[in-house]
């Protein structure tokens, strides 16, 4: 590969030649851990990250990538994008890599929200993109969830037609809740919003679950935006990859503010990871037999739980969420928060086996429960 000729050519490379990737760090793909190293502190259940860390395989590629990391390793953004691609079905020139979802995510605010463009989300949902628009003099049109968990997709189309509205978010699997929200009405979605209206779909947890990706669609449209990690299932939260799919026009715009090159063992723990056939699948089986697992037993002692397709679930405590999570901290244990909508329900982020037996026992102790 060539080296670039100036500053901008450098930029375009980061960006264009990164163009594949997912948000979090992706790691090698091979086989699983069946345990994760141990915790010398606090069960961590809070952030939503994997508890298995990258796959050895994605860990022994950021290990062997560091020697060259005194370059930018253009070519191998471009074997992950690559890697992508392949599995995603779409163009090369719809894929874009960034150092994790998140930056495309505050893109999309910054670029179409503000004072003459609403944003639609929902309630609640992941709040980073809904705190950008406001901060812009955007309107933030919170739409709460149906009681099924799903988004109340048809709600949020018709308050984006009530006011000019730039961007629709959809979290799915949601974030903090884990619901699903149907591939029926996501098509819904997409057939009966504003015109000028973007769908931007965060689909960060997805492959903890069966639903079919959105991803195909970006090469049939250019009003949807679909984003993934790997900070989430591929075990790399602080790695930092994520990837954004759009027309490449979009694309355009996101790259309109600034490019930067990848972080090198993000790349190598990311190319590892897409190359192992199995760490999807087994990842999924060993999250949703503990999150079931735990969600039966929270029901049993009379806690009801919203149905969970993703790596965390919330659960309804009783009684006021954040102080349940402080005395659920003060036992070992750390949880998510409460939200606004609701008070007494709080995120729990799945964890391993033994920090969901620790997180029974210290929830058994601060409810009152039998353990």
């Known amino acids: 590969m060539s080296l670039p000729a100036s500053r901008r050519h450098f930029l375009q490379l980061a960006g264009v030649g990164l163009v594949a990737a997912g948000s979090g760090l992706p790691r090698l793909g091979q086989a699983q851990p069946v345990a994760a190293p141990a915790a010398t502190g606090p069960v961590l259940l809070n952030f939503n990250e994997c508890p298995y860390g990258p796959s050895p395989a994605a860990q022994q590629a950021a290990r062997d990538s560091i020697a060259g990391s005194g370059r930018y390793q253009f070519a191998l953004a471009g074997h992950v994008r690559d890697a992508f691609v392949a599995q995603a079905g779409i163009p090369v020139d719809h894929v874009r890599l960034y150092p994790s979802s998140s930056e495309p995510l505050n893109r999309a605010a910054t670029l179409w929200t503000g004072p003459e463009a609403a944003l639609v989300v929902a309630d609640p949902t992941f709040e980073t993109l809904g705190d950008m628009a406001a901060a812009r003099g955007a309107h933030v049109q919170k739409v709460p969830l149906r009681n099924d968990g799903a988004h109340d997709l048809r709600a949020m189309a018709a308050a984006a037609h009530s006011q000019a509205t730039g961007l629709i978010y959809v979290c799915n699997p949601n974030n903090p809740t884990g619901s699903i929200s149907p591939s029926a009405e996501l098509a819904w979605l997409l057939a009966n919003k504003p015109s000028a209206t973007r769908v931007l779909v965060d689909e960060a947890y997805l492959q903890y679950s069966d639903q079919p990706s959105l991803i195909a669609q ?154």
């Open 218 to 371: 970006v090469a049939q449209r250019d009003d949807l935006v679909v984003l993934r990690t790997f900070s989430k299932l591929y075990g790399m939260a602080g790695l930092r990859l994520g990837v954004a799919t759009a027309h490449p026009d979009r694309l355009r715009e996101l790259a309109s503010l600034g490019e930067n090159p990848l972080s090198v063992p993000a790349l190598a723990a990311a190319l590892a990871s897409l190359q192992d056939p199995q760490l999807i699948a087994q990842r999924r089986l060993q999250n949703g037999k503990v999150r079931q697992a735990t969600i039966a037993w929270l029901g049993k002692r009379g806690f009801s739980c919203v149905p969970s397709e993703a790596n965390c679930f919330v659960v309804d405590v009783q009684r006021d969420g954040n102080a349940f999570a402080r005395a659920m901290a003060d036992n070992g244990v750390v949880i998510g928060r409460s939200w606004p909508i609701w008070p007494q329900r709080v995120r729990v982020t799945v964890g391993t086996e033994e920090e969901m037996a620790a997180f029974r026992q210290a929830f058994a102790k601060v409810a009152g429960v039998p353990a």
